[in-house]
Structures are given as C-alpha cells and as structure tokens.
C-alpha cells in the first residue's frame, strides 16, 4: 500500500512531486519521501508523517533538478522504521539512483539469503533495497541492462519509478498487479509524469496518456520515453484497488473507479435485496456503493453516519489500539436519519470484523429499528501478497466463520456480500483485462517463497 510519483524535465519538479503526493496520501500515510534530481546528483528528504507535514517551503527548495521521484508509504514488508522510506537512494559503480516501489515482492526472502552469502549488506528491511542490490552486482556497464537483470530474477508485485543520471524510468510488473500511469504536462508538453493514479495527474493539471502497460519498462530522457516490453503474464490487476484502495476519481486500466463501485453497489442490491427505509454509506470508503445500491433499489440514500475527517484512516495505524479506538473516534450516527427506521448500512469490505460491528451498534443506539449490513465486496479470506495490508489469515473473520456467524458477531439483522461473479462484472473484466481477486478466492497468482528468518534491526533515527 503506497503511491509513486515521478516527472521528467520540469523547472519545478520538486513542488510538482510534493503536488502528486497530495494527491496519492490516500495510498499510504505513514512516511513519504522526494528525491530530486539535477544533473545526476540526487537531493533527498523522507520522513514519517503525512506529506503536508513533512514537507515545508524551505526543504523543497532544497530539492533543485528538473527530475524527481517521489512515493508515499504504508508499511507492508520491512516494518515501519525510518530506514525503509522511499525513494531509497544508492551509489554505484559512479553514479546515484533512487527507487521508489509500489507492490510486495514474493521472492523477496530467498534472493536476500543469496545476496547476503555473496557478501551484501543490507541497510533496511524493506523488499525493494533487493532490487539495488540486484543492480549493483550485474555484470552490466548501463543502467537499463542492470535493471533487466534484477527484473529477471524479482518476482512479484511492482511498480517502480526510478530516476538515475539523465533519465526517468517507469517499470510495471508483468502481471500489472498496481497501477501505473503515464501523463504529460499542459502547460509544459515535454514534461512527462508518472503515478500510481490518475488523480495525481488532475491536480497538477497533467493530462491522461496512457496506462504503463504490464511488463513495460519506460525509459524517458532528452530524447523522449522509449519503451521496453518484457513478455507479460495475463493480466492480473488487484481488484481490491477498485474495492476500496484507489480514489473515486481515478481511472484504472480504463475502468472509472467511481462507475465500478457504483456497480458494485447496483449488483448488491440485485443480489441481496431487503425491506428497508433507508440506505446509509460508511463514509468514505462505503458512499459510492451506498449511492448505487439506493439507486437501484429504489431507497433512499441519506447521510446516516458523519466522519470526522480530522482524524486518520484507523485501519491505516498499524497498532491495535488506536485501531479499535479510532472507530468511535472517527464515526458518528444521526438519529434524525436512522431513529425508527430499517436502515441499510453499506461499506466496501469486512477485514476483521471490528469496524462493523462498531458501526452496527452505534446506527441501533441511535434508534434503528433493523440494521442489514451490505458488503461491495466478497468475504476476505486471504492474506494479499502482493502489496495490500490484510492481516493473517487468522485475523480475518471469514476465514473461519460462516456468514451467518458473521452477521450474528457483528450484530447485524441480516448480512450480504456482493459475489466474485458481481464483483467481476462490476469492475468490466474482460478478455486481456483480468484481475486478481486472490484476497477473495484464494485464486494466487504467484506463491511466496519462504526465506532464512531473520531479525529486523531496529534504528530510531529522530
Ligand atoms: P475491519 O474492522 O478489520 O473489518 O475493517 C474493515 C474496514 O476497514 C472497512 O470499513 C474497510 O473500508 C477498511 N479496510 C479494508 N481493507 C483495508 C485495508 N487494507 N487498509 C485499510 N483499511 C481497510
């Protein structure tokens, strides 16, 4: 769970990255980091905490060059410590780079065992250092040839955007598990932009190009992007980035993200249809689902719940106790929506169950009459390898409860989750664009492979 964010030849390309971090803060809000470019010599800041935060005016200006690559980070392999903020930089054989990564990589733990008998040395846990290692001991003289070889052998997730001495490079797996797109500049046409979502591009007033396709490598200097393609898989997208990761307002490999949670609302009301008087979302991840599902049942859509914007993504804290704290924290009922009345509660997915039942409870303490929960999703019985933070399979409710037991833990009158076949219409699957709904059906793309185990090593840098 992080967001990329790169540009190419732009007089501000610093503030211009700070821009597109804003914008993919949803992506990932527990560090963020910006390294610029200027002629081969690479100017860096990262720091724990939100972009806006992190980032004031006297430190961009600090960040000269007409290239910068920039990522915000939720912490999914490698622990959340100070040394494992992107973009990670490295030196060698002459010349700087920086990386920033979107995605998990499944082999991750074997090739650091293989590294290390031949002598690296790691400075982080995070998965991506491997693919610096991998770089630095190819036999290759050129960057794009030392890139090839650590390709070769990662396996996995990735988008990457990466900046080394006049050049920006833009890398999608070939599964093209995350997003990647490409865009350029209205006002400066030769600058290009890479991000993990289209809604970057809007902010900066950048128009739309194209998606990085699965298994592309794009390569953009002075003479403009040239392309690589290495054989793709089929395709392979995560449906979970339209379920709940990305915004609204993205389009993802051609499909809105909006239109597709729509659908998904419309095909929930289809399948699991109730009574009711009221449908409320779960803002915000539950609202356009809610809208889809009124509109096609025929409810009416209100504001029952009202969210605290001021306080963060609990689910996003990685520590228990503010998680189960921050539910109360964050949502409130309104009686004058739900009081008397037989709502219909929708949000995008139940993980571990907590936050439904919460919400349950405090929709009937403010006077519903029956509360049906409706789920945009199917049940997550998964772990996700591949960049997503679920929990172990453990911790996830459906993965040893049946929904019936569901909907009686969570205090619901009744419960319903959208099918994988609703979910799949819903999100336009179709020949060449096919998803990975693994979370849901266990259907794996690609299996991890187990390493050594090791212990982190734990540096707090203030
Ligand atoms: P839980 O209490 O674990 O069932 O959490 C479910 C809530 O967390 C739902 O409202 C989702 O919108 C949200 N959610 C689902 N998956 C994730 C995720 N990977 N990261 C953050 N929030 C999530």
């Given at each position: 769970?992080?967001?990329?964010?790169?540009?190419?030849?732009?007089p501000?390309?610093?503030?211009?990255?700070y821009?597109?971090?804003?914008?993919?803060?949803?992506?990932?809000?527990?560090?963020?980091g910006?390294?610029?470019?200027d002629?081969?010599?690479?100017?860096?800041?990262?720091?724990?905490?939100?972009?806006?935060?992190?980032?004031?005016?006297?430190?961009?200006?600090?960040?000269?060059?007409r290239?910068?690559?920039?990522?915000?980070?939720?912490?999914?392999?490698g622990?959340?410590?100070?040394?494992?903020i992107?973009?990670?930089?490295?030196?060698?054989?002459?010349?700087?780079?920086?990386?920033?990564?979107n995605?998990?990589l499944?082999?991750e733990?074997?090739?650091?065992?293989?590294?290390e008998?031949?002598?690296?040395?790691?400075?982080s846990m995070?998965?991506?250092?491997?693919?610096?290692q991998?770089?630095a001991?190819?036999?290759?003289?050129?960057?794009?040839?030392q890139?090839?070889?650590?390709?070769?052998q990662i396996?996995?997730?990735?988008?990457f955007?990466?900046?080394?001495?006049?050049?920006?490079?833009?890398?999608?797996?070939?599964?093209?598990?995350?997003?990647l797109v490409?865009g350029?500049?209205?006002?400066?046409?030769?600058?290009?932009?890479?991000?993990s979502?289209?809604c970057a591009?809007?902010?900066?007033?950048?128009?739309?190009v194209r998606?990085?396709?699965?298994g592309?490598?794009l390569?953009?200097?002075?003479s403009?992007?040239?392309?690589?393609?290495?054989p793709?898989?089929?395709?392979?997208?995560?449906?979970?980035?339209?379920?709940?990761?990305?915004?609204p307002?993205?389009?993802?490999?051609?499909?809105?993200?909006y239109?597709?949670?729509?659908?998904?609302?419309?095909?929930l009301?289809?399948?699991h249809?109730?009574d009711?008087?009221?449908?409320?979302?779960v803002?915000?991840s539950g609202?356009v689902?809610?809208?889809?599902y009124?509109?096609?049942?025929?409810?009416?859509?209100?504001?029952g719940?009202i969210?605290n914007h001021?306080?963060?993504?609990?689910?996003?804290?990685p520590m228990?106790?503010?998680?189960?704290?921050?539910?109360?924290l964050?949502l409130?009922?309104?009686p004058?929506?739900?009081?008397?009345k037989?709502?219909v509660v929708?949000?995008?997915?139940i993980?571990r169950?907590?936050?439904?039942?919460?919400?349950a409870?405090?929709?009937?303490?403010?006077?519903a009459?029956e509360?049906?929960?409706?789920?945009?999703s199917p049940?997550?019985?998964g772990p996700?390898?591949?960049g997503?933070?679920?929990p172990?399979r453990?911790?996830?409710?459906?993965?040893?409860h049946?929904?019936?037991?569901?909907?009686?833990?969570?205090?619901?009158?009744?419960?319903?989750?959208l099918?994988?076949?609703g979910?799949?219409?819903?999100?336009?699957?179709?020949p060449?664009?096919?998803y990975?709904?693994a979370?849901?059906?266990?259907?794996?793309?690609?299996?991890?492979?187990a390493?050594a185990?090791?212990r982190?090593?734990r540096i707090?840098?203030?």
């Amino acid at each position: 769970m992080c967001g990329v964010f790169g540009i190419f030849d732009h007089p501000e390309a610093a503030n211009l990255t700070y821009l597109g971090l804003h914008a993919l803060q949803h992506r990932g809000q527990e560090s963020a980091g910006l390294v610029s470019n200027d002629g081969g010599m690479l100017h860096g800041v990262r720091a724990m905490g939100h972009v806006r935060k992190i980032f004031t005016r006297e430190l961009l200006d600090q960040l000269p060059g007409r290239i910068a690559v920039g990522h915000v980070r939720y912490t999914t392999a490698g622990g959340s410590l100070v040394k494992n903020i992107q973009p990670l930089t490295a030196q060698f054989r002459g010349r700087s780079i920086a990386l920033a990564h979107n995605g998990n990589l499944v082999n991750e733990a074997p090739l650091r065992d293989e590294l290390e008998r031949q002598g690296a040395i790691f400075t982080s846990m995070s998965d991506t250092e491997v693919v610096l290692q991998l770089m630095a001991r190819s036999g290759h003289a050129s960057v794009l040839e030392q890139l090839g070889d650590a390709l070769d052998q990662i396996q996995g997730a990735y988008s990457f955007v990466i900046t080394t001495e006049d050049k920006l490079i833009a890398v999608r797996d070939p599964y093209g598990f995350r997003p990647l797109v490409l865009g350029r500049l209205r006002s400066h046409p030769g600058s290009w932009v890479v991000a993990s979502e289209t809604c970057a591009f809007d902010l900066i007033e950048a128009e739309f190009v194209r998606d990085i396709e699965p298994g592309e490598i794009l390569v953009i200097d002075a003479s403009g992007p040239t392309r690589v393609v290495r054989p793709p898989q089929p395709r392979r997208f995560c449906v979970f980035e339209h379920v709940y990761f990305a915004r609204p307002d993205t389009v993802l490999d051609g499909v809105s993200v909006y239109e597709a949670r729509v659908a998904m609302g419309e095909q929930l009301a289809i399948e699991h249809p109730v009574d009711a008087d009221v449908v409320i979302p779960v803002p915000d991840s539950g609202v356009v689902a809610a809208l889809g599902y009124a509109r096609k049942s025929g409810i009416p859509f209100e504001m029952g719940l009202i969210r605290n914007h001021y306080v963060g993504r609990t689910f996003i804290e990685p520590m228990d106790s503010i998680r189960h704290f921050g539910v109360r924290l964050k949502l409130n009922a309104v009686p004058q929506v739900v009081a008397g009345k037989r709502v219909v509660v929708v949000d995008d997915s139940i993980v571990r169950g907590t936050t439904s039942r919460k919400i349950a409870r405090l929709v009937r303490n403010a006077g519903a009459r029956e509360v049906h929960v409706r789920i945009s999703s199917p049940p997550v019985n998964g772990p996700c390898h591949y960049g997503i933070d679920t929990p172990t399979r453990a911790e996830l409710v459906a993965s040893s409860h049946s929904i019936d037991e569901i909907a009686r833990s969570i205090e619901a009158d009744s419960l319903g989750y959208l099918s994988p076949e609703g979910l799949r219409a819903a999100v336009r699957e179709r020949p060449g664009f096919g998803y990975c709904d693994a979370c849901f059906t266990g259907n794996y793309p690609i299996r991890p492979t187990a390493g050594a185990g090791r212990r982190a090593l734990r540096i707090v840098e203030v």
